[in-house]
């Protein structure tokens, strides 16, 4: 435990903090909705799914204003950058970022359920109201909308012959809320694992329908179907002083006036203004940036369907273990792509390494294997920075890849060779162990170095242990890009060999996230 609480104090700090701002919003829209005289008459009809429905939704907007931004790819690349000479521990929770999207996305689900059972008991208790006609204080309050004039309105039923679906597909705040909810059952049901491994497309086209959620939740709480009194009218008549007197509203003679409502004005579009016109100048200079001209200088089919591009572009820069996004119109406008450089920041090209692992990608192979047809056009997005960008950071490094993943490692292994070679002081690494791959070849397939890449899965116990050994006093990074079963092995050795002990040997797990 003392060793997972090393490697992840931060996290559990960032994840506290975040959990701790729900409970506190949703407790104090709660007391608010259920306390207030202001709403005294409105929870007459209502009850406490009042409370609950104000207090969801309060939940639902500040974290509809943080789900976005973990997306914004090019922040969080500044962020990097800016955080360069800060602590690993620190930069790490930049990584953290899809899994972060992904608890957002669960708190809303979470929040959007609350929200429409409260919203359901509430339409049911709208529509007793106004059929009560026992002339208790209930159908008093639900009669107001046709004894008075102008909008001083309660119980959105205006007639006992009005049902709860006419309301819901009428209204504003009823039509939006079926249509938002719709849009987030489809996003979150092919964001699954399932979906996205085997029909990425259906997962890229879905989840691109969440400009109609914001859209919709921007909009809806316009109508103000949660009402309360308004201030002169509490003046007028005072819950604690008038209400048990209802019976006596309109008489000439008193003290207490029929009560007056107001909407509750809509706020959703302040939480979400924000982060949206951050996400909006985003996808305006990612789309800028992907207009500028590619040129493939060298296509390479390696084996194993793997599918090798070298490319420049004017103004491209990058450093090692960053990413692109790539596009190919002649398959799909729409669709992109993540791809990990291999080309290291010395080379004077950029280039991706594809293996055929879906329908894209194999059409994309099958369309560079056409030998008499032209070369495809590619528009590419990035880079982006990643942990492996880290990599330099450390004292000593473990570099671990598993099939195609070991395409991130490919930069870093060739900078290494390039900074080796030009005697680069800034470089921290002093040795470079031995690997092995494809022992016909005289040099490694994907980085070209004579040092292979070595096949087959160690004994990471025995391996952590020696390096533990070796490196008693030093900051160990362990950098995975590979399937979760063998992040789950790895996590669980940085945890067991780090020491408590600050001055002795750490070792911190950073895994690649796209």
């Known amino acids: 435990m003392g060793n997972w609480v090393v490697n992840h104090w931060l996290s559990v700090l960032v994840l506290a903090t975040w959990l701790g701002l729900n409970v506190f919003l949703f407790v104090h829209a709660f007391l608010l909705y259920e306390k207030a005289d202001k709403y005294y008459y409105t929870r007459e009809i209502l009850g406490s799914a ?57 708190m809303i689900c979470l929040h959007t359920a609350i929200h429409i059972i409260a919203h359901l008991f509430n339409f049911e208790r709208y529509s007793r109201s106004r059929q009560a006609t026992d002339g208790s204080l209930v159908s008093v309050l639900s009669s107001l909308s046709q004894e008075e004039e102008g909008d001083s309105w309660l119980n959105p039923i205006k007639s006992p012959n009005m049902t709860v679906t006419y309301v819901t597909f009428t209204s504003i705040p009823g039509l939006t809320g079926v249509i938002t909810t719709i849009a987030l059952v489809l996003m979150v049901t092919s964001a699954t694992e399932l979906i996205r491994r085997n029909y990425f497309e259906v997962f890229w086209y879905t989840h691109h329908i969440f400009i109609i959620y914001f859209i919709g939740l921007g909009i809806h709480g316009i109508g103000g179907i949660v009402r309360g009194q ?78 090798e591009l070298q490319m420049n572009r004017c103004g491209f820069s990058m450093e090692v273990g960053q990413y692109i996004f790539v596009n190919c119109p002649s398959i799909s406008y729409l669709e992109w792509h993540p791809f990990t450089l291999t080309s290291s920041p010395e080379e004077d090209f950029f280039s991706i390494h594809i293996r055929a692992v879906g329908d894209w990608t194999e059409n994309l192979l ?7 047809s032209p070369v495809p056009r590619i528009h590419v997005d990035g880079p982006f920075g990643t942990v492996s960008k880290d990599v330099f950071h450390y004292e000593v490094a473990v570099l671990v890849g598993a099939g195609i993943g070991v395409t991130p490692f490919a930069s870093i292994l060739k900078s290494i060779w390039y900074k080796f070679r030009h005697a680069d002081h800034s470089l921290k690494t002093q040795t470079a162990g031995h690997a092995a791959l494809n022992f016909d070849k005289a040099t490694d397939i ?35 890009c590979g399937p979760q079963a063998l992040a789950k092995s790895l996590r ?11 001055r002795k040997v ?9």
């Open 50 to 106: 009042l409370a609950w429905a104000r207090a969801s939704a309060r939940c639902l907007n500040f974290n509809s204003m943080l789900i976005l931004l973990p997306m914004c790819r090019n922040l969080l690349s500044f962020l990097r950058g800016t955080c360069s000479f800060c602590r690993c521990s620190l930069r790490k929770q930049l990584d953290h970022n899809l899994t972060f999207h992904k608890l957002v996305a669960y």
């Open 230 to 307: 308004t201030e002169e009218s509490m003046k007028e008549n005072h819950p604690h002083r008038c209400a048990e007197s209802f019976e006596k509203w309109n008489a000439h003679n008193s003290h207490c006036k029929p009560p007056r409502f107001e909407g509750h004005p809509p706020e959703s579009w302040k939480w979400i203004l924000a982060p949206v016109v951050l996400y909006v100048f985003e996808r305006i200079l990612r789309f800028y940036r992907s207009q500028q001209q590619v040129v493939i200088t060298k296509v390479v089919m390696h084996p194993s369907k793997v599918l």
């Open 366 to 372: 099958r369309a560079f294997e056409q030998q008499h």
């Open 446 to 480: 994907l980085t070209g170095l004579k040092h292979k890449t070595f096949f087959g899965r160690p004994m990471w116990d025995n391996e952590f242990c020696t390096i533990a050994t070796t490196h008693p006093r030093s900051v160990v990074g362990v950098f995975l």
């Open 492 to 502: 669980k050795c940085c945890h067991q060999y780090s020491s408590l002990d600050p």
């Open 506 to 514: 750490q070792f911190f797990f950073n895994k690649e996230n796209f």
